[in-house]
């Protein structure tokens, strides 16, 4: 079958989330070695992974028709490309990752305006230029290829703008936050020429309808039990659930059976309430995708 999309997978730190997020939702993905362009279980797809650094440069060119990436870079590059939905997903935390900068916890360095004359490193080299530009700050940004964190300490820079989620690799490199630049997120992005064709636009849809779906599914589990009759209101009213719990009766018994579907940070101070109100055979399941 004819290839329709060309899709990119981030390489780096994002891929196992990625393939796992695509798992989930419906298509296998598999990596074979050293090779760029994975196999994936769908004959109309032609994966290839791409840094998402580049990721953006790539799909606005048109080498690549839709691909993962974050805001970040989108806004690096000031890529023209169709931002197709957000995929607000961490391999690390629940908090949503942020750019910010960072000085020596014993630096004098409090404001943006103290940054004035300095030198800051970063991966994030043209938007953290053109930050400081649009407030008149002169700094000399240098491009970090990776440890930014230690730029300061061996002292090449005076602050750093870098990405974080739960600041425990600034601190841990005696470093203090003095401002958040952005807060970021992964999207699904595509190439302008590619959204207008109707069939790789169908295509596009589809993956982000079940992309989104499964992470909604992340934050939730199915739960069923057993209810006396005698405790059913009681029980129900105890269910937080999307649209109201599914109650039936079990056969020739005054017993019912009760489906629900809750947050997962719910599940462990919920299902012992439930024990104690008169809930039997409680199963907890875990969900792919939620439409």
Request: charged share 25%; proline share 3%.
């Amino acid at each position: 079958m004819e290839k329709l999309l060309k899709l990119g997978i981030p390489k780096g730190s994002l891929q196992n989330a990625t393939i796992n997020l695509f798992k989930n939702s419906g298509w296998k993905i598999n990596v074979n070695g050293r090779s760029y362009f994975p196999d994936i279980d769908d004959d109309t797809i032609e994966c290839a992974l791409c840094r998402a650094q580049e990721m953006s440069i790539n799909v606005q060119s048109g080498i690549i028709d839709a691909g993962l990436t974050g805001l970040d870079w989108v806004a690096e590059h000031e890529s023209d490309v169709h931002v197709v939905c957000d995929l607000v997903y961490s391999k690390v935390s629940a908090r949503p990752a942020r750019w910010i900068i960072a000085v020596a916890s014993d630096s004098p360095i409090e404001t943006l305006e103290d940054l004035e004359g300095k030198t800051i490193s970063t991966e994030l080299v043209k938007f953290t230029k053109r930050f400081f530009k649009e407030r008149n700050i002169n700094v000399n940004v240098k491009f970090s290829w990776g440890a930014t964190e230690a730029k300061i300490v061996s002292g090449l820079a005076d602050a750093i703008v870098e990405i974080t989620e739960t600041e425990s690799t600034i601190r841990a490199h005696n470093l203090k936050v003095i401002h958040e630049v952005m807060e970021t997120n992964t999207q699904l992005i595509a190439n302008k020429e590619a959204w207008k064709d109707s069939r790789k636009r169908e295509k596009i849809e589809q993956i982000a309808m079940l992309l989104q779906a499964a992470l909604v599914a992340d934050k939730l589990v199915g739960i069923k039990m057993n209810v006396p009759k005698e405790r059913i209101k009681e029980i129900v009213a105890k269910l937080p659930s999307l649209n109201g719990p599914t109650v039936a009766h079990l056969y020739e018994s005054d017993w019912f059976a009760v489906e629900a579907v809750v947050e997962t940070h719910l599940v462990r101070d919920l299902i012992p309430e439930l024990l104690k109100i008169g809930a039997e055979g409680i199963i907890e399941y875990s969900l792919n995708k939620v439409l």
